[in-house]
């Protein structure tokens, strides 16, 4: 090899400048030369303690650096300082010296060089075949096929991301670039930690979004647990996925991801259903635990799915859900109302309508279970299917062997059409007031009537034979505003209150129909939590769905999802956008919602049903026994002992029958007592009595009221 140029003149130097260090100083002391070898020597000294003090690295490279200046300069002072060559010639024996050991040390050259790097004229260290072994990439590979081999690669040239190793590399099938990785900590003991997706992706030349890094579960003949990992790397499946997604990857994607219509959410499966028309997703939530919560048209827009109230569904049970996609909205056409569906079974079950998945919805005309008769309350704005449904819930009782009074504020057309088929019915608050009275009195009646058997009052008990009367079934429509009638309202509100609480225990159950559940309507808390308890309440449209769902969660002891009655069937045809912009009518497709209903069930549950429907024009004697069931005749002449079995229809109150008779003073001025029992029959607290004295609206009613104080 080459010796290097700074080697050869470094050695030149050396051997010229000896024989001058050793003659000059003898033969010219007086010469600069010594003068300026001394100063490079004091220069070398300089440079010692500059390196001594410094804190960086290669101090002892530096001192060796300045060495040979110093050497020379103190060869120099010597050389001048003794009698002429010294004892044996010792000023050419150190010059010598000096030479020799710059030649074969070289301080200059060898240590300018940094990081202790060889000058190319020192042979180079050749490394032994035995120190660049590839036999432990070989014993890693033993048994490896050619596609892990090719991943570790990758891995390996990448930096081994997160200080891991390739355990093996899995092909999924049919895929050309898709596979599974499975890696483990390089040490033995460390949890992976700081693997990201893009540490992943960046060897691959994927994006990071096709990478998803998942835990390995401890398997026979392998480990498991925070050492090891799968990476999954899928950009051909994504791509396809991105494109032409299946039904469990839209919703796993769109639907179930923290900002769908249902997060947290799996699809379970999907099934059509081509003889009804309709698709059903069936989801359940990925923690059992969890409750659904269900934006509906997100979740449509999520799916492709229209957005339309009266053709899409959801039904809610624990942790699963279902959602319904009809191709014609389901609750459109009209179930007829027949004999054979309003007869109740033993149990007192009947179909009084259908649910949107088809299925019947019951109704009861007693509570089987708790041995008792049955409340019932229906609620819903004008038009919006309640007599309709008083007409169900009438035929099937009537046809259950059991008794119907009906009571309305005004004058209908249907109420009047079913007063042919029933005991009683009439119109007014007045009437309802003494229905209402003789129903309370009848209480008692009935809590003293002894039974054949034995001759002992007992309670009521439906089906069975031995009872000496029937069932009782007292419906008043529009108690809200009877409720709220300045005459009796509050009669009717405290008769009805009373009812609820004591009428089951004797049969008789109340039902009122009304437009709103709520105390300041005339719906107490007490009569509405019997109500709820006793019955299956049925919401018809309120007016709007909010409305509808805040009277739906009004009546159930917890706030269950409660499905969405629209105004009208409207399904969307084409886009509102694009009328819009061709100023293009909007179509007149919808169809009215009457008949269709929330009904709570006994669990809680708010089911959408469309109620059977009872033409009036037709006649309803088919639907009706052909006999009316009435009270007995010892029922009868007890409530005609009270002064309250008569025709209720009369316009006026008799005498004495809501209000004390006026007494006569000393000066024959008839001067009404204040009130307080409230008649024959039907005796009222003081709390009626007090609520139902004439309001004062004017100053001669004022003075007329100061009048009649005077005698208090």
Known sequence: MATPR??????????????????????????????????????????????????????????????????????????????????????????????????????????????????????????????????????????????????????????????????????????????????RASETGRPITGLTEAAVAAPFAVPSSDVVLSEVAIQPGRQGGPGWMEAHITPDANQRRRTKPT????????????????????????????????????????????????????????????????????????????????????????????????????????????????????????????????????????????????????????????????????????????????????????????????????CQIRAEMPWAHDGKPHDYKPGDPRCPYKQLNVYADEFMTASQDPQYGEFIQADGDALTVMGLKYGIGFNPAGQSPFAHNGFSTEMKDNLRQNSRPVIFNMGSPGTTRKAAAGTMENAYDVPTIPARYAPKEGSAIERAMAGEAEPENGVSTGGVAVVVLDNGRAVLMKALYVDFDDDLADLFPSEINRLTDYEISELTKLGLWFDWSEPEPRPGEFWPEPDEDDDGAGKPRRRGGGGKGGGRGSKSGRSAEPKVTSPRQALEAIKSLTDA
């Not at 050793?22 to 010594?34: C, E, G, Q, Y």
């Open 6 to 183: 700074s080697v050869t003149l470094e050695r030149l130097a050396y051997a010229l400048a000896a024989p001058g260090l050793a003659v000059t100083p003898n033969l010219f002391p007086d010469s600069p030369v010594n003068q300026v070898v001394q100063l490079a020597g004091a220069a070398g000294i300089g440079g010692w303690v500059l390196a001594a003090k410094s804190d960086e690295p290669g101090a002892g490279r530096k001192i060796l650096r300045w060495t040979p200046l110093v050497a020379a300069a103190a060869i120099d002072v010597a050389a001048k300082n003794t009698v002429g060559w010294g004892p044996y010639g010792m000023d050419g024996l150190l010059a010598a010296g000096w030479a020799a050991v710059g030649y074969l040390v070289m301080p200059y050259s060898r240590h300018t060089r940094r990081r202790h790097r060889p000058a190319l004229a020192a042979p180079a260290p050749q490394p032994a075949p035995a120190e660049v072994l590839e036999e432990p990439v070989a014993a890693v590979d033993d048994g490896a096929d050619l596609l892990t081999r090719e991943v570790r690669m990758l891995w390996e040239n990448a930096g081994m991301p997160g200080r891991t190793h390739v355990v093996k590399a899995t092909r999924h099938p049919g895929q050309r670039h898709d596979m599974t990785i499975l890696l």
């Open 247 to 442: 039904d469990q990857e839209k919703w796993t994607d769109r639907v179930a991801s923290s900002k769908g219509g249902a997060p947290g959410s799996e699809l379970v499966h999907t099934t059509r259903d081509n003889e009804r028309g309709v698709t059903f997703y069936r989801a359940r939530m990925a923690d059992p635990t969890d409750t659904p919560r269900i934006d509906l048209p997100k979740l449509c827009r999520a799916l492709g799915l229209p957005e339309d109230d009266s053709r899409v569904f959801v039904l809610v049970e624990g942790a699963e859900f279902l959602i319904s996609v009809f191709d014609t909205p389901p609750l459109s056409p009209k179930f007829p109302a027949t004999r054979e569906l309003l007869t109740p079974d033993a149990k007192g079950m009947y179909v009084c309508g259908f649910s949107i998945t088809g299925q019947p919805v019951h109704n009861f005309v007693f509570q089987h279970d708790k041995n008792a008769a049955k409340h019932g309350l229906v609620l819903g704005v004008t038009r919006g299917g309640k007599t309709q449904f008083f007409a169900v819930t009438m035929v099937a009782e009537s046809n259950a062997g059991q008794i119907v009074w009906l009571s309305s504020c005004f004058k209908d057309e249907k109420t009047t059409a079913l007063g042919e088929y029933i005991d009683r019915q009439g119109i007014t608050p007045l009437y309802m007031a003494r229905q209402l009275r003789a129903a309370k009195a009848l």
